[in-house]
Structures are given as structure tokens and as C-alpha cells.
């Protein structure tokens, strides 16, 4: 196990037990109405759990960011066991993934298409301390995410080639919260098959992430945190520490809207918007709900990190058509075609398939340029189908895997 993952996995373990054993400074909790108060004062600790902790049901949806999609879905909160000062819980979400935006891939090279189902299932339990000014939880589950693919955002030729593949992963999640602080620690753990080939060209992965974040309520409804994450996976290629930004506002007890930034070297820095909104399903108009702290309301709070994140920066194939260059490995480097035919340069934006020369001499070397380059994506991709090539490596003898049966290009794109 690497250096960097042996102390993100200690760091992340050190956090939870933290979280859960440390003494923690009695905070003062208190409804909106109320300026200061200690909980008995509010009449929190005569307060019958059972009477606040009913299931809820909720819509949610968010846009883009670092390895996830545009989507938007339903989810729900179900009280299996409310105690004293305790509930066991779970939490389900199922969501439908969009497109990705402008032709800008979520996961790096090849962009989201298509519409697929996603789902996040939690099991927890969580309780209060004596005074109730702080809630701890302790919950884990399993996310889905069926992911399509379309066209490369960076020239790659993909053709008919793009496909539908399976991530999953489990997650752990450990959390405190009282009237102004949140700390949740967090990890997130592909299975199964965490690296796929999405196209001729590209291979993508689930990635491993580890983090912990800790939020600060500014007022009642506005809420700002930060957090460090650490993420490895994509045959090595995201390994790398981030760090993540949030600005969340509550509009009610129900509905909250929230802003995100994240920086980390494989995604760079990447910006998103998200939207929730819940209600027990026991309220309606008028009905007059119990007072409650911070405290008690996180018992019924959504765990956070339900995504499965993807990465598909790597690839073995040593061909393709990049812009108007060409990308060339040879097959003695165990990767895949590379036609040796001398030819004069043909990586200059003047010799691509977008920008046909006036002069004869230069469209002829035009029409060179691009015949080596459908050639080298022809034999590449008839590479890939006949098994040198597959998601995890290359190698000059056929592997032992199914032939893919794509389609080879009779030209390339416009």
C-alpha cells in the first residue's frame, strides 16, 4: 500500500475516533427565535424523540464537478429504531445522471452522455450526548453508478466505440454536529470492477477517497466548511491530495441550496451547485413542529459523499488522432499500432482535417497527413478487437479477452 494512502487511511481513522471520543465544549444550542439558551432551557431535554424523528422524503439535484454528474432524483429518510436519545436509521437516493455540459468532460477526456439511474443507500445509527448539544453518527452503504460515455473533449477520434459501463463502491462516513460545528470523516471504496475501458482509446476508474471536512455555522442559515480529501486510482493517474470548499444557505427548515469549489492536481480546480429539499412526510400546512436544536435536527440529516467518482485520464493506446497531431508509440514498447512511414511533420494545426490547404503541393502532404492518421486509428482499433489491447494494458501478442467488435472508421470526422 503506498506511503501517502497508509497515512490518508490513518488520518481518516484518527478523525472518526476523534469525532466520536473526544470531549467536546458544551455549545449552546438554540431554535432561530431564541438568542442564547442551553438546551434544557429550550425544553430540548424533555423532548420525546419520537415526535421529531418521522421519515422524510425529498428531491435533490446538482451539477458537475470533480468526477460526478449533472443529476437530479428523489431520496428518503426512514427511522428503523428511535430511542431516548437515539436512532437507527436509513437513507436511500436514487438519481438520474445527465449529459455532461458544453462538451466538458466531469471525468477529464471523455465526456458523460446518455441517461442512466444512480443510487446511494445508507445504514446508520445515531445518538445524542447528555445535554443534547451534540449528535454523533456512525453509518455505511453501498452507490451505484451506471455510467454512458460519448465523444472525447480532446480531438481523440471515438466514433461508434463509446460505451456503458458499472461502478460501485462502499462508504463509510463518520459525524459530529452541534448549534455551529459539523466534522464529517468519510471514505469512499470502489469495488468490483474499478477500471473500465470506455472507448477505444480511453480507460476510466472509480477512485478511491478519503477525507474530512469541518463546517461552521456563520448564522442559522448560512453555513461555510472546508475539507481535505486524498483520491488514488486510474491505473495511478488521480493519485493526489484536494482540498474542497462549501458555502451552503438553509431558505427553510427544509430546502437548502449550496456552492462548492475543489482543487486538486488531476481535476484541477472544478466548481458546482446543489439543491435539496426535504419535509416529513407526518407535516403540513399549520401544523405547529416541536422546538429543536442543531443537534436534533442532524439526527435526520442526509449523509453527504454519495457519489461514485471516475477518472479517465489513462490509456495504452498509442495511435489515436489528437487535434491535428499524431499520437505515436511503438509496438516494441508493448502499446499499440504506429505506422513508421516517413512523413514530413504532420502534428501543425495547418496539416488537420478542419483546415484544407489552398496550395497543390501542401494538400497533397494534407492528404498524407490525414491517411496516416485514419490508418493508425484503423489499425488500433482493430488492435483493441483483436485483444492486444485491453483496459488494464497492452502487449505484442493477442490477450486472453473477447474481441470488443468495433467498427472501423472509413474516414475521419470533420
Not at 449550496?258 to 488531476?266: E, M, P, R, V
Not at 489528437?322 to 501543425?348: E, H, N, Q, W
Request: with cysteine; glycine share 10%; proline share 6%.
Amino acid at each position: 500500500m503506498p506511503q501517502s494512502l497508509r497515512l490518508s487511511l490513518a488520518a481518516l481513522g484518527t478523525a472518526a475516533l476523534s469525532i466520536a471520543s473526544l470531549p467536546m465544549p458544551a455549545v449552546s444550542a438554540k431554535p432561530a427565535q431564541v438568542a442564547q439558551g442551553s438546551a434544557s432551557d429550550l425544553g430540548v431535554m424533555s423532548l420525546n424523540l419520537k415526535d421529531v424523528v418521522k421519515p422524510q422524503v425529498g428531491v435533490q439535484g446538482q451539477t458537475q464537478a470533480a468526477g460526478t454528474p449533472n443529476e437530479a432524483g428523489i431520496g428518503g429518510f426512514l427511522p428503523l429504531v428511535v430511542g431516548k436519545n437515539s436512532v437507527f436509521f436509513a437513507d436511500v437516493l436514487a438519481n438520474a445522471n445527465f449529459s455532461d455540459i458544453n462538451n466538458s468532460s466531469s471525468i477529464i477526456n471523455t465526456t458523460v452522455a446518455g441517461i442512466t439511474i444512480s443510487t446511494s443507500s445508507r445504514l446508520g445509527y445515531r445518538w445524542l450526548n447528555g445535554d443534547r448539544s451534540w449528535m454523533y453518527g456512525l453509518n455505511a452503504g453501498y452507490d451505484t453508478r451506471p455510467m454512458s460515455t460519448g465523444p472525447a473533449d480532446t480531438g481523440i477520434y471515438i466514433g461508434n466505440t463509446a460505451r456503458t459501463v458499472f461502478f460501485q463502491q462502499a462508504a463509510v462516513n463518520a459525524e459530529a454536529v452541534s448549534d455551529k460545528w459539523n466534522f464529517n470523516a468519510y471514505a469512499l471504496i470502489p469495488t468490483g470492477d474499478t477500471e473500465q475501458q470506455v472507448n477505444w482509446y480511453y480507460v476510466a476508474g472509480a477512485l478511491d477517497t478519503y477525507g474530512l471536512d469541518a463546517s461552521y455555522s456563520l448564522t442559522k442559515a448560512l453555513k461555510a466548511s472546508v475539507g481535505y480529501y486524498y483520491q488514488n486510482g486510474d491505473l495511478n493517474t488521480a493519485d493526489s491530495s484536494g482540498v474542497l470548499g462549501r458555502l451552503a444557505y438553509s431558505i427553510n427548515n427544509g430546502l437548502t441550496i449550496g456552492t462548492n469549489l475543489s482543487y486538486d492536481s488531476a481535476f484541477e480546480a472544478r466548481f458546482s451547485a446543489d439543491i435539496k429539499w426535504r419535509f416529513n412526510t407526518n407535516g403540513g400546512p399549520g401544523k405547529e413542529q416541536p422546538k429543536t436544536n442543531a443537534a436534533i435536527d442532524a439526527l435526520t440529516s442526509t449523509p453527504r459523499h454519495r457519489d461514485v467518482r471516475v477518472h479517465d485520464d489513462s490509456t495504452c493506446i498509442g495511435g489515436g488522432i489528437s487535434g491535428g497531431g499524431i499520437i505515436s508509440a511503438g509496438v516494441s514498447k508493448g502499446r499499440c499500432y504506429d505506422d513508421p512511414t516517413p512523413l514530413p511533420p504532420c502534428g501543425d494545426q495547418k496539416w488537420n482535417t478542419n483546415n484544407i490547404p489552398t496550395d497543390p503541393k501542401e494538400k497533397l502532404q494534407w492528404e498524407k497527413c490525414n491517411a496516416r492518421r485514419l490508418k493508425n486509428v484503423q489499425q488500433n482499433i482493430k488492435r483493441v478487437n483483436e485483444g492486444y489491447c485491453n483496459s488494464h494494458a497492452c502487449s505484442n501478442k493477442p490477450a486472453a479477452i473477447p474481441a470488443a467488435g468495433y467498427e472501423l472508421p472509413k474516414s475521419l470526422p470533420k
